[in-house]
């Protein structure tokens, strides 16, 4: 497993970083080879990946973000809250398959539009989603899974009941521009997308020295500019809690029936510009991932611009959130990854440098955590047992 790295370099003043955002094609080049560097001094050769389990809890959402796929009114086609047995089904699959993370992943906050999903928690025997959040973590534990739960904007009291079943929490930024919530752009009809709510979470987590997970979203009509904007508000927020352990660079990708179905997709230099510029502006010890399955022909390109992490992988389950875009299989990405020079070896949902931290892991799940840590040393790279693609709508 890989270490927590010191960041020794100094870092790019808030007005240098917003500066590179203005960056031409042969200067991307050289903030990809900058970034690469940074890169091999800070974690090495090692590149990693989290084996899991995609747990959708429920796919009922609030918010209307004009790219989503996943999120489902009551009644809509594919619409589905998982059962208890559902979630012992999926559970019991995972921990054959050596999986070490459950990701737990829903809509936000659907008991307060829904009455029919508080009828269903109701059966499930729990009064709000959170109470039946800290169940599924529960039940992945004793299958010896850690959770990572990704429930969109929490309140800190919920982040209170879920740390003691969490190896860690997680909540997409996306965007840090308020303009994207205005008339007509990706998050006029998303309450839970303002920029405010999800950076006070995130700053919630740090107070309450939860292991977090954030990240930017490429492509859903922000400038590059607003794109240094949100990695600045991630680091100042990490520099002040040190809780950030990763951050995600994910691109958009269209799905059909969305209002962004025809938005153009972000292009090589779009992402390798937003990867470059992730590990040139946060400190060296937050890891910087991108997901392979929504870039598989840009291995090289996220590898070269300076990523140490593909993120949550399954060989068990399709990715929810993102149907159409299958994960890849281990042993492939391996071979990519070796051909570039380097080593893909599989890790936890919380990184090691977070596990002996005092106050970050509660003593509760400290035994499962080591006992996930060794038996990942012989994680199989077995072939996926999962889906290739799932139907559109379908969760």
């Given amino acids: 497993m890989t270490d927590r790295p010191q960041s020794t370099r100094s870092l790019p003043s808030d007005d240098e970083a917003l500066a590179l955002a203005g960056a031409n094609e042969q200067q991307i080049r050289g903030l990809m080879a900058r970034a690469a560097a940074i890169r091999d001094r800070a974690w090495g050769s090692t590149l990693t990946f989290s084996p899991k389990v995609f747990l959708p809890i429920t796919n009922l959402c609030r918010d209307r973000c004009d790219y989503c796929a996943f999120r489902r009114s009551p009644g809509d086609p594919g619409e589905r809250t998982m059962s208890p047995n559902d979630v012992a089904r999926a559970l019991a699959d995972a921990a054959v398959a050596g999986c070490g993370e459950a990701l737990l992943c829903l809509g936000d906050r659907p008991e307060t539009a829904f009455e029919s999903y508080r009828r269903t928690l109701a059966v499930f025997g729990h009064l709000r989603t959170v109470d039946y959040l800290v169940w599924v973590c529960k039940q992945a534990l004793g299958v010896g899974l850690l959770p990572h739960t990704n429930a969109g904007v929490l309140h800190s009291s919920e982040m209170r009941l879920l740390k003691p079943v969490n190896a860690s929490l997680g909540l997409m930024l996306e965007t840090a521009s308020r303009r994207l919530c205005a008339r007509g752009m990706a998050h006029h009809r998303a309450p839970d997308k303002r920029p405010e709510l999800r950076l006070a979470m995130i700053r919630q987590a740090g107070e309450l020295s939860i292991p977090f997970t954030t990240g930017i979203l490429v492509g859903i009509g ?25 951050v995600i660079i994910q691109n958009f990708t269209p799905h059909e029936g969305t209002l962004r ?7 090589d230099d779009d992402m390798a510009l937003a990867v470059a510029l992730a590990r040139t502006i946060l400190p060296d010890d937050v890891s910087i991932q991108s997901p392979p399955n929504l870039n598989p022909e840009r291995t090289a390109l996220l590898v070269n611009a300076g990523i140490n992490d593909f993120g949550g992988i399954s060989t068990v389950t399709p990715d929810f959130i993102n149907p159409n875009h299958p994960w890849p299989e281990v042993q492939q990405l391996e071979h990519a990854v070796v051909q570039l020079g380097y080593e893909l070896r599989p890790r936890l949902c919380i990184y090691d440098g977070f596990i002996e931290r005092a106050g970050f892991v509660d003593p509760s799940i400290a035994e499962v955590i080591r006992r996930a840590r060794a038996r990942l040393a012989h994680f199989e790279r077995r072939p996926s047992k999962r889906p290739e693609r799932i139907e559109q709508g379908a969760a």
């Fill in 261 to 267: 179905w025809a938005a153009p997709l972000p292009g």
């Fill in 222 to 246: 922000e400038t590059r500019r607003e794109r240094v904007e949100a990695l600045l508000a991630i680091r100042a927020l990490h520099l002040r809690y040190g809780h950030i352990q990763e």
